[in-house]
């Protein structure tokens, strides 16, 4: 793919004019070349070559991060240098959303270009009108990203003589970092956007031997959509993988590529709110500013709105099937994301009973969503997104509730099964042995996705996670020592310290935020009260001067805000509802006055995934705060704790008390 939209030496960009530099920035992509537009690009070429006039290196302009769905204005490469800039025409402040803007734009590129791993990359924001810049100060964090340089358009060679002066190392081959494989791992908000924005899974994924089943998967779901409509049958395929492996990142691809134009039209469906609620608000942010962009340009954008035609709400989709009981949905593809947490009959009859006035009905809720697809006369595919012990709210059924439907009810319908499906983490039960004997089923390697992308510094955090929580010591010490001086993992029972450590890590807009289990209820000493529900738009979606944000570290998310979703850095706040007794896990619900045991096994295994989901969240690192407890406090005493902490210690988690 072309990197930049502009690529040449600063020899080569010198020699050209102005109105040259810039038609060839329009003729990149002309639909997107507006009078403002132009006007912008003639300052930052007049501001670029001004700056660099005897200087050696390279200039690439527009230069493309599709993670982030956006373009560096500016990348220039001179000495050992990596120059990331940021204009902003007409701006007389460095303000911070903008600084944040270039920070981000070097993270990225220190993240995920392989090329710009081992290099000095300089964010610098220039305000273009602005009078003064901000005092040069070059201050570089351990992987080499300075902290962004703010500087006025006079003095932006200034800065950048100053750079060169001091930073030593061998001048960078231009040609060769700018090819560099990219591989991104997105947030899935992030991806969605992206996604949407019309970029492919290949642009905004990794594409390391390690991650290369995400493709792969992508694509087997996406031939098996093909071959259904070909030869008019109906499937259903079951996706596995580790968590922040980008099954979601799948189903979104899908959807996105199959939008209501296309006679393969798919729907988006998950049961998590809070996930749907986040990625509709984000989407349609962008969307809204694609359309007065588009209204500007004199073109026609999507209608409005149209966010809802694919990313909805399961259990909304599964009420219009009651509205018209023979009528097929308008979707051939439909897509179940965390499939194995749709509700069993018990909880699905129950909810029917009582909120829809209908008594007498008796199917599970993968059983009615597959009936309601059965509607389709021709062909219809269901994709199944399964994660691995993510079930963590009463009534959802795992993954047997549809392995028992398809056997049960639909043998008509081919199945396509992970071949991973059978590990008992996906607790499919016997239900693996039914779908086997069934007549239509295909076990397949390719549907299941084995490397977690969420913690790009850490692929192996699941690992270390599922260990810890059941009690594999050996494995877990060995886990966590691999993911030592990657990932960091800090224990404290200060929590002011936890607050401050996860403040000094995140840079530009990276987000950090408090996380606790639904169950946490003693915490409240802390200032931490799970039953003040945060929302998780604010939550996610607002920037840190908003009180409601993450970023405030004021508002705690429970697993069921968060599931789904990801941060950068976080607080994870263990409470005692899960506390070490002799050798063993204790679970525990605080009721009125005292805790009280959880007896049942498939609560307490709700209980467990709540803190898999929290300890799972963080891409970069992760602080976990157990408090001190307080003798004086029945609900509360140190007994609860301390074993915590000396578990999580032994483990390898370094303590942090500064």
């Known amino acids: 793919m072309q990197r930049a939209w502009f690529n040449n030496s600063i020899d080569a960009f010198l020699r050209e004019t102005t109105e040259s530099v810039v038609g060839t920035l329009a003729l990149a992509n002309p639909l997107e070349t507006t009078h403002e537009q132009a006007g912008a690009w003639r300052e930052q070429v007049e501001i670029l070559r001004s700056s660099l006039a005897g200087l050696s290196g390279h200039v690439f302009l527009e230069f493309d991060i599709p993670r982030m769905g956006r373009r560096i204005d500016a990348v220039v490469v001179s000495g050992p240098v990596v120059f990331v800039i940021e204009f902003k025409s007409g701006a007389k402040l460095f303000e911070r959303a903008a600084i944040n803007q270039a920070w981000d734009y070097a993270l990225d590129l220190k993240n995920f270009h ?83 924005a019309r970029h492919s899974v290949e642009e905004i994924s990794r594409n390391d031997a390690g991650s290369s089943n995400l493709r792969v998967t992508s694509r087997r779901v ?93 259990h909304h989709f599964r009420d219009a099937a009651l509205v018209d009981e023979v009528a097929p949905p308008v979707d051939h593809v439909a897509i179940f994301d965390e499939a194995q947490r749709a509700w069993n009959l018990a909880k699905t009859a129950d909810f029917m009973k009582r909120r829809k006035g209908r008594p007498d009905f008796r199917y599970s809720e993968p059983e009615f969503l597959i009936s309601y697809m059965d509607r389709h006369t021709d062909w219809a595919v269901i994709v199944c997104l399964v994660g691995g012990g993510q079930e963590i709210h009463t009534g959802e059924g795992g993954i047997s509730e549809w392995l028992d439907a398809v056997s049960g009810s639909y043998p008509h319908w081919h199945l396509h099964v992970s071949s991973q499906l059978t590990d008992s983490e996906y607790a499919a039960g016997c239900a693996i042995d039914k779908a086997r004997r069934h007549a239509r089923a295909h076990l397949e390697h390719g549907l299941h996705l084995s490397v977690s992308m969420r913690s790009f510094r850490a692929e192996n955090l699941s690992t270390f996670v599922k260990a810890l929580l059941d009690r594999e010591e050996v494995q877990a010490r060995r886990s966590l020592a691999d ?104 679970y525990h619900d605080f009721r009125g006055r005292k805790w009280q045991r959880i007896k049942k096994i498939e609560h307490q295994g709700y209980l467990k995934n709540a803190y898999r989901v929290l300890l799972t969240r963080a891409r970069q690192g992760m602080v976990i705060f157990v408090p001190p407890g307080d003798p004086a406090d029945h609900t509360r005493p140190p007994s609860y704790y301390d074993p915590i902490y000396r578990y999580l210690t032994a483990l390898g988690a370094a303590s942090y008390i500064h």
């Not at 000095?120 to 005092?135: C, H």
């Not at 031939?223 to 008019?232: P, V």
């Not at 039953?531 to 570290?553: C, G, H, K, M, T």
Request: aromatic share 6%.
């Open 483 to 586: 993911l030592r001086g990657r990932y960091p993992i800090y224990v404290t029972r200060d929590l002011d310290a936890a607050k401050r450590w996860v403040r000094s890590q995140a840079r530009g807009s990276e987000r950090l935020g408090l996380l606790a289990s639904s169950k946490a209820a003693r915490l409240k000493p802390h200032a931490i009260d799970v039953r003040v529900e945060a929302d998780p738009v604010n939550w996610f979606l607002a920037d840190a001067a908003d009180i409601r944000s993450s970023q405030y570290l004021e508002d705690v998310a429970t697993e069921f805000q968060v599931q789904g979703l990801e941060l950068d850095w976080s607080i994870v706040n263990w409470d005692g509802d899960l506390r070490i007794v002799g050798s063993e896990w204790a």
């Open 222 to 314: 996406e031939e098996l959509i093909d071959e259904a409509r070909a030869q008019r049958r109906k499937v259903i395929c079951f996706v596995t993988g580790v968590p922040g492996a980008g099954k979601t990142l799948v189903g979104l691809n899908v959807a996105t590529r199959r939008d209501e134009s296309s006679p393969t039209h798919a729907v988006f469906l998950s049961g998590n709110g809070p996930l749907v609620a986040v990625l509709r608000a984000a989407l349609t942010r962008d969307d809204r500013e694609r359309r007065r962009l588009a209204r500007g340009k004199g073109r026609t954008a999507r209608e409005a709105n149209p966010i809802k035609s694919f990313i909805q709400n399961v």
């Open 114 to 196: 392989e090329t710009s791993h081992a290099l000095k990359l300089i964010p610098v924001l220039v305000a273009t009108e602005a009078v003064t810049s901000a005092p040069y100060r070059l201050e570089f964090a351990e992987d080499g990203v300075a902290t962004p340089l703010e500087s006025t358009a006079a003095d932006l060679r200034v800065f950048i003589d100053c750079v060169i002066a001091v930073v030593v190392g061998d001048p960078v081959d231009a040609d060769a970092w700018c090819v560099g494989n990219y591989r991104p791992t997105p947030t899935i908000v992030e991806a969605a956007r992206a996604l949407y």
